[in-house]
Structure formats: C-alpha cells, structure tokens
C-alpha cells in the first residue's frame, strides 16, 4: 500500500516508534528512522529492514530537543528520497515529580521533545505534503493527551498540546489530501515505562511483575499492555484509503483507560 511513499517516525530506535517504523517498512515504505542509542546496533536495525521489507531506510540522528536539527532531517529525507509523505512524531521522554519538585531543565527537555518536535516537524514536512497533495501525520500522544495523572505535569502538558496542534493541522490541511491524527495508547512496555516500573518496584518493595501490575490495574480496566506492534498497525490504517476522512481525531488504544 506504500509502496514508493516515504516515512520519517522520530525516536525510532526504540520502543513504540521503532515498531511503527517496523509496520510502515512492511508496508512498503521507504524510511528514515531517528533517535539516540548503540551506533552498531541502529546499523544492524538500518540494513536488516531494507534486507527484510525490500525497502530503501536512512538514519537520522537529529536530536529533536534543536529546530534547527529538525527543519536539517526533514530537509535531508525530501533530498535523499525525494519527497517525506508520512511523518510520525513519536519521539518521547518522561520524568516524575511533584510540580513543586519538578526540575526546570526537565521541563524544558519534555515540552521540546515531546510537544514543540511536532511543531517543527510539522512546520518543515507540511508544504512538500501541500504541494504533492498527500500525506499522512500521525502523532503519538498518548492518553495522557486526553486525561491527567499526578507527578507528570511536564508530559500531560505536552500530550494535551499536542492532541490540540494535531486538531489545528488537520483543519489547516483538510483539503490539501493531507491528514493529521493522534495516537493515545495507555500503557506500553518500552524501555519508557519499564524505568517507572523499576522505580516503583524498588519504592514499595515489591517484585517488578507485582509492580507490573499494580501500574496496570492503577489505570487500565485492561490488565494487560497494549503491544508496540499494534500502535503500528494502527499507523498503517491511519495512512490507508480508508482513513483518507479520519482527520483531527485522537485514537485511544488503552485497554480502556480513558473510558471511565
Ligand atoms: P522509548 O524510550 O522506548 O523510545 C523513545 C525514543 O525517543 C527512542 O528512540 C529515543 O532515542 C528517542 N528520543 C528521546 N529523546 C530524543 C531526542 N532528543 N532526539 C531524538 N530522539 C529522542 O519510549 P516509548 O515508550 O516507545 O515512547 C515513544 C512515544 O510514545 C513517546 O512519545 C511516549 O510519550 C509515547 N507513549 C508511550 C507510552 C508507553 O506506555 N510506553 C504510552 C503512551 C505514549
């Protein structure tokens, strides 16, 4: 289905944007993947998708809290593929404190990662996609974009933003064949969560599968988490014919959280 379109997923060495990369490959998409991590081991990931999907992938490794990085990557993927058609902006930190404790360095770092990446993505990829008259943007927020959590003040105020920037670009784009939506799964076991599982085994004293469960039960009426993959099949429909309509709407795969 995507054959000869191109995908650009930030933070794509890990977690949830390595496996919508992984979907969008197998799709048919060229791709440039983004993010920190092992030299060797993103290089192993680069090649073994090309081997494996048949595709054409690059690497990036901008780093999404510097505009200038950004605008440098969108610009370097339209040159080096010849046009960017899908943009995922999944590239994510966390940190948790009480908004009295919260460090003035990690704010700055999650509303620049987290919700101003999107922005200048968006900001750079949006004219090709106007002018070619197709694309899809598809930005993973999360469901703490729709509903709150103590201690995460940083993160639910950028995935709040960033259901609104996904609102205001799929107005700004609906008759230019291009697409906006948000993502908001609830819990996902990526490195991401697996640090505040860690930390909540070794605060309570309890085993990590214990602590495991706890998070989920806390939140989810779903006692299980939601799988990396299906937030990339979810991508796929997303850039599919038959989401050619779903535009502005933010698509909640978490096991029920948001539903109560
Ligand atoms: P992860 O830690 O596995 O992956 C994060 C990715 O972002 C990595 O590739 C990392 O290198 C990259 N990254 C971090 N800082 C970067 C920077 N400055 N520049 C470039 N890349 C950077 O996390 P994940 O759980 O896969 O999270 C991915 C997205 O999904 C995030 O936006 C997160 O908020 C969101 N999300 C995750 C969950 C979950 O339960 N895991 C739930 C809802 C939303």
Redesign the pocket.
């Known amino acids: 289905m995507l054959k000869g379109k191109t995908a650009l997923v ?8 390595l496996a919508t990369a992984r979907a969008l490959a197998a799709d048919g998409a060229n791709v440039m993947l ?4 092992d030299k060797d081991a993103i290089e192993t990931e680069r090649a073994g998708l090309e081997k494996e999907f048949g595709i054409k992938a690059r690497y990036s490794p ?4 510097k505009p200038a990085e950004i605008a440098a990557m969108i610009a370097t993927t339209e040159k080096e593929f010849g046009a960017l058609d899908v943009l995922v902006n ?5 940190h948790v404190a009480s908004i009295e404790d919260f460090p003035l360095d990690k704010w700055d770092a999650i509303i620049a ?2 919700l101003s990446s999107a922005f200048h993505g968006i900001r750079a990829a949006i004219p090709g996609m106007k002018k070619r008259k197709w694309g899809r943007i598809i930005n ?1 927020a ?2 703490h974009g729709l509903v709150a959590s103590a201690q995460k003040v940083a993160y639910v105020a950028a995935k709040h933003g960033i259901v609104g920037m996904t609102k205001v670009v799929a107005i700004e784009a609906a008759n230019d064949g291009v697409t906006c939506n948000a993502i908001c ?4 076991l ?4 697996q640090k505040q599982i860690d930390a909540r085994a070794q605060a309570s004293g309890q085993s990590v599968r214990e602590a495991e469960i706890a998070l989920l039960s806390e939140k989810q009426p779903m006692h299980q988490f939601t799988k ?1 993959e299906s937030i990339g099949a979810l991508a796929v429909f997303l850039c599919s014919d038959g989401a050619a309509s779903i535009t502005g709407s933010a698509y909640s795969i978490d096991g029920g959280w948001v539903a109560q």
């Open positions: 930030t933070g794509s060495t890990s977690g949830i944007g983004n993010g920190f991590g901008a780093d999404m809290s999944n590239a994510g930190i966390q990662i987290n993973i999360s469901a799964p609830g819990w996902v990526t490195p991401l969560v990396p």
